[in-house]
């Protein structure tokens, strides 16, 4: 029998469709190589951080045989006494071969400045301690610190790092007594900011954050909602309005850093409000957090259907308890995401708070919204910039910190969205 005849049409919409297959896997195969590609990155950036910070959570320790001389006491007045002298006396007591000058200033060198401040502590919590002779771990010297942890290499000559063959004796001696020990950093959690690597802590800028951030929220969440409930339900369409709703969109990709010298030129210099505080932070993040929480806030309005806005008017509601009782419990849920979204935004922001000198470098922890104060995202910038090895290491840790915070935050943000919203 004779072959039937090809369709010459057919053949051309074969044709098409194998060359639209073609096209589609090949479009697959360059939207999955991006989104691989964009992993790696990812993945890159978090074990750089992590790798290079998870370290700065323990702490290196010495243990010492202090003995708390009376004659050092003679003032009412316990933190007068000489505390530096009581560790040098029993860092030469543990090495008594060690004489010369030099090799004492080798030896107390590898005790951290900050351990006169634990014993002052133990001494203030126990004045019975006066007298009597005690073990105390105490705080190691950074560059210790990072010996033991590896960073430093033992095996380069001498010349080339910061702790000398004398020194790597004596901590042999320690470590083969028993006397070098490495525990959980809390000082990391618990201190305020240090010129010593190894005192040096996150607590004074978590403080300094949350009173930040609070105000941030109080002022923004409010005036935030209402704008856009205004704007949404109430506001006439016309030629202002317009204006304004380009204006707040226009406001929501501004550098933030000009949010920053506006802080500075209206707040401090206007206003005369104090420098490097969490009330004018506040202040500045409320301005730069407002448009974000705005259109956020109108697009959920936006979202709930009309029919219930006729329905609530329908059976004699005014317009304000329409949106009051109806309109607004519906768009809440987006709201809520919409605001958790900025503030996680403003957490991370550190430009415009640098104008308004919240890079200053603050060690007590601050107890309000007008103590001088700095935030993490300053923080991390302040000690990336220290020379010390061991504050690299700290700006790893801070930045883990902050990740885990704003991942939190946007993990609440979709908990909230999924939990609550509505589908129509």
Not at 294 to 300: L, M
Not at 373 to 379: D, E, I, K, Y
Request: include cysteine; charged fraction near 20%; proline fraction near 6%.
């Amino acid at each position: 029998m004779d072959q039937p005849a090809t369709n010459p049409t057919i053949d051309k919409m074969n044709r098409g469709l194998k060359r639209r297959y073609r096209a589609e896997r090949r479009f697959r195969i360059c939207g999955a190589t991006a989104v691989f590609t964009a992993l790696c990155f990812l993945f890159l950036l978090f074990f750089s951080i992590v790798s290079s910070g998870y370290k700065a959570f323990q702490k290196t320790s010495i243990q010492i045989n202090v003995f708390f001389d009376p004659a050092e006491f003679t003032n009412e007045n316990l933190a007068t006494a000489n505390f530096p002298g009581l560790i040098k006396a029993s860092m030469s007591a543990m090495f008594p071969e060690v004489t010369s000058r030099s090799d004492k200033k080798d030896l107390y060198y590898l005790i951290s400045p900050g351990a006169s401040f634990q014993l002052i502590n133990l001494v203030k919590d126990n004045p019975a301690l006066i007298g009597q002779t005690q073990q105390i771990w105490v705080s190691a010297n950074d560059d210790v610190d990072m010996l033991l942890k590896g960073n430093i290499d033992r095996t380069r000559p001498e010349s080339e790092r910061r702790i000398n063959d004398k020194q790597l004796a004596w901590l042999d001696t320690l470590a083969g007594e028993r006397k070098i020990k490495k525990t959980f950093n809390t000082t990391f959690f618990t201190r305020g900011d240090s010129r010593e690597p190894e005192l040096a802590g996150i607590w004074g800028a978590t403080c300094g954050s949350f009173y930040t951030l609070l105000i941030t929220l109080t002022l923004s969440f409010p005036i935030g909602i209402a704008a856009a409930v205004y704007l949404e339900e109430f506001a006439p369409k016309n030629r202002w309005t317009d204006i304004i709703e380009v204006n707040i969109n226009n406001l929501a990709a501004v550098p933030s850093i000009v949010y920053g010298l506006l802080g500075l030129a209206v707040f401090i210099n206007f206003f005369g409000m104090p420098r490097s505080t969490p009330l004018v932070g506040g202040l500045i993040l409320t301005l730069m957090t407002l448009p974000v929480i705005i259109i956020a806030s109108r697009a959920s309005l936006k979202s709930v259907p009309p029919s219930i806005r006729e329905a609530a008017l329908g059976i004699g509601a005014s317009k304000m308890q329409m949106v009051a009782h109806h309109v607004l419990p519906l768009a809440l849920p987006g709201m809520l995401t919409g605001t958790i979204i900025g503030m996680a935004r403003a957490l991370g922001e550190s430009a415009p708070l640098l104008m308004v000198g919240m890079v200053a470098f603050i060690v007590d922890i601050p107890q309000g919204f007008t103590d001088p104060a700095t935030v993490l995202p300053v923080q991390i910038y302040l000690w990336s910039d220290s020379p010390e090895r061991a504050f690299m290491e700290k700006t790893s840790a801070a930045i883990m910190v902050l990740l885990v915070f704003l991942l939190l935050m946007n993990a609440v943000a979709i908990f909230l969205r999924k939990r609550f919203e509505i589908k129509w």
